[in-house]
Structures are given as C-alpha cells and as structure tokens.
C-alpha cells in the first residue's frame, strides 16, 4: 500500500515559479520510481517528470524540459516539481504517481496521487 498526497498548487501568471510536493506514505518510498503526470481538460494525462529510485535517473517530457526539475528526498519520503518559467499551456492537474521504474505511460502506474490544480494566467 503507497498512500501520496501532493500539494502547492495554485493560480500564477505566466512566467512564475510553483513548487509542488508528494507526501508519500506506506512502503519504502526509495524503492519507488516517483513520476509526474499532468491532465489539462480534454487532454490526456501525460507524462511530464521521472526520477529512479534514490536519485539514480531523471526523465522529462520535452515540453518541461530546462523549465521543471524533479526531486526526492527519500528520508522524508516526499518528491517535488519546481516548475520555473510557466506558460499558460502548463495549466493541467499534476499528479504525483509511483511505480517500480521511471514510467511514462500512465496505465502501468501503480499508485496515484488525488492531483492538486496548477493554473497560469496569461
């Protein structure tokens, strides 16, 4: 059983930084693959950001890259995504999920987060 709860959404203009946080509980959480997803409305969830287990690999999306970075701190079981530079596009619900390796495709995820909200305003 892996409980997350992900946090730090909210309304920015664009051009402005949020840093959102997955609160992970239940197994160990460095044995886990922290990835995030994003779903704008009448989109797809998409993958954005992965990270291995202890920090070993990063991945991201092409549309994130050199704007988001991906982060875990395994001692206090929590993962995060600063994203810099946001643009409107970047508007979507971002999901923290876990899975046994960085995993882009959303139907082998295990765990999900409930999502938190993430608005940009032109």
């Known amino acids: 059983q892996v409980q997350l709860v992900e946090s730090g959404g909210g309304l920015v203009q664009a051009g402005d930084s949020l840093s959102l946080s997955c609160a992970a509980s239940?197994?160990?959480?460095?044995?886990?693959?922290i990835n995030w997803f994003r779903q704008a409305p009448g989109k797809e969830r998409e993958f954005i950001a992965g990270?291995?287990?202890?920090?070993?690999?990063?991945k991201y999306a092409d549309s994130v890259k050199g704007r988001f970075t991906i982060s875990r701190d395994d001692a206090k079981s929590t993962a995060y995504l600063q994203m810099n530079s946001l643009k409107a596009e970047d508007t979507a619900v971002y999901y923290c999920a876990v899975a046994r390796e960085i995993m882009e495709v959303p139907g082998y995820i295990h765990y999900w987060g409930q999502g938190t909200q993430v608005t940009v305003s032109l």
């Open positions: 990270i291995g287990w202890y920090g070993d690999s990063i």
């Open positions: 239940g197994r160990t959480f460095d044995q886990y693959a």
